[in-house]
């Protein structure tokens, strides 16, 4: 927290319990709940130590002055989810939702964290979407105007129960984890800017430093990260824009074994991924945000003539502002009328 707070950043994505993917296991670890004899998780008797130890992890946050979105359900806790699928000792019971979530807010409203009500999750049936909203309607009416969002799969587009929901206060998508797929803000931002109901929207998943090209050979560096900061800042995603470190989000150390290897590659140990360069890229794309007063900056590429790749401009009334990848000329033509 103190290392983050030096960088300028001001909060930090938690997620409630832990993943069943990319999980870098650990046999003293601390569950949320107590385990059936065949060793899944009974979500009817809870692990009150463990809860102390998340309100205890929250305010270590609020003393630093950062506040702490937290993920309450993965696509893995949702029945009848691509993620629960063939493992449905997995998924939370609808008739759990509220005393395990009730408890959960209870405890941690008084932080004033941001909810994002699902993890990875794809709005592939009815089901799936109305179980999020039961988990949006018990924060709600538990702590009611809390900052809550949808953390979705790359390219979903949540139902309009969900679009039309005044207890939604902002957008969120993740532009993945691809060299193929470095377009996503320019698509993902597109598509938020679009809905009927306007909100912020946020890029709360771009490419981790350090994480593996998918299922692909290469890591992203430094160079790669900014890029993709800056190119959701300027799509539309300019309420605010994520940074990943590969090792920080599963708290991996080396002798940690880690279960999705294949797709992410093995993380850096964490006090080696907590110091990476580019969390001070982005620490200084939050500096020149302010100082610019970017705030009212619309896309506009449509001004771009023979762009060079990677390169994007917005305007506002007063201002005007182009991010290019990497140093190259730019002759600015105006005209008086």
Request: proline share 6%; hydrophobic share 35%; net charge negative.
């Amino acid at each position: 927290m103190h290392y983050r707070k030096v960088q300028g950043f001001n909060v930090v994505q938690v997620s409630l319990f832990p993943l069943d993917h990319d999980n870098s296991a650990d046999e003293n670890e601390l569950l949320p709940f107590m385990k059936n004899e065949d060793g899944t998780p009974d979500y009817y008797v809870r692990n009150d130590a463990y809860f102390n130890k998340v309100e205890k992890m929250i305010a270590v946050a609020a003393e630093y002055g950062i506040t702490v979105a937290l993920h309450l359900v993965w696509a893995h806790h949702i029945p009848d989810s691509w993620a629960s699928k063939g493992h449905e000792e997995r998924a939370i019971p609808e008739a759990q939702l509220y005393p395990i979530y009730s408890y959960a807010v209870e405890r941690v409203k008084k932080y004033h964290p941001v909810y994002a009500i699902s993890g990875d999750v794809r709005f592939e049936n009815q089901a799936v979407t109305d179980y999020c909203m039961k988990v949006l309607k018990i924060v709600n009416e538990l702590d009611n105007g809390a900052l809550t969002t949808l953390h979705i799969a790359p390219g979903e587009q949540p139902d309009d129960s969900l679009i039309y929901n005044p207890a939604l206060k902002f957008y969120s998508y993740q532009s993945g984890h691809s060299f193929l797929d470095q377009d996503n803000p320019d698509k993902f931002s597109a598509q938020f800017l679009k809905q009927p109901v306007k909100r912020p929207i946020v890029n709360t998943e771009p490419s981790y430093e350090g994480h593996k090209d998918g299922f692909r050979e290469g890591r992203f560096r430094a160079e790669d990260v900014r890029r993709m900061a800056w190119s959701s800042l300027m799509t539309g995603a300019k309420a605010g824009i994520t940074y990943g470190a590969h090792g920080i989000w599963s708290c991996h150390r080396r002798e940690n074994f880690f279960n999705n290897a294949s797709f992410s590659g093995i993380p850096y140990d964490f006090g080696t991924a907590l110091r990476f360069p580019g969390a001070w890229d982005y620490s200084f794309a939050k500096a020149i945000f302010e100082d610019a007063k970017l705030y009212d900056i619309q896309p506009a590429q449509e001004l771009l003539e023979n762009p060079i790749p990677g390169c994007y401009c917005c305007k506002a009334e007063d201002k005007l502002a182009v991010y290019l990848p990497y140093n190259s000329d730019v002759l600015y033509l105006f005209s008086r009328n």
